[in-house]
């Protein structure tokens, strides 16, 4: 999740600066989310809508709330990150939350799409919220922060 255009502070410890959060937890989040998605396009249709709508609250909860009040997040902090060495970098919370958002617009057009009976084009929907997430876990690219940081250059010279 991190970029170069993303607000960072380099750390000389341990010390957060306020409201910054550590970008590997949402990397976690990502190869999670990359799971199930994985797994909504295998399952028969009913199983997969289900699914996908249990994943379209987990983005819904880090679009509202932040990435920090997730379930991901708190498995990140119990589990993960005591057993790793302090972060390099700190990510500003906005972008990672824009992200989520983008990730419950896709989840919600493939809700739709299944509910419809378009079964093709919910399973392109979740197809390009899984490049987005396998993106993020697996080489550390979060489009969605990209996204967001376009918007407000955008909107910066507007």
């Known amino acids: ?28 989040a990502a190869a999670l989310t990359a799971v199930v998605l994985v797994a909504v396009l295998l399952l028969p249709t009913p199983y997969a809508a289900a699914l996908l709508a249990v994943q379209a609250v987990l983005f819904a909860v880090g679009a509202v709330r932040g990435v920090q009040a997730t379930p991901h997040a708190w498995l990140f902090r119990t589990l993960v990150r005591p057993r790793l060495a302090p972060p390099t970098e700190w990510e500003a919370p906005e972008p990672p939350r824009f992200a989520q958002g983008v990730g419950l617009a896709f989840a919600l057009v493939g809700l739709v799409a299944f509910a419809a009976g378009a079964t093709v084009v919910a399973q392109v929907a979740v197809g390009f919220a899984l490049v987005a ?26």
């Open 133 to 158: 997430a396998l993106l993020n876990a697996v080489f550390a690219f979060c489009l969605g922060c990209e996204v967001y940081l376009l918007v407000r250059r955008f909107i910066a010279t507007v």
């Open 1 to 28: 999740m991190t970029t170069t255009a993303t607000p960072r502070v380099t750390p000389d410890s341990d010390r957060r600066p306020a409201g910054a959060i550590d970008p590997r937890g949402p990397q976690l």
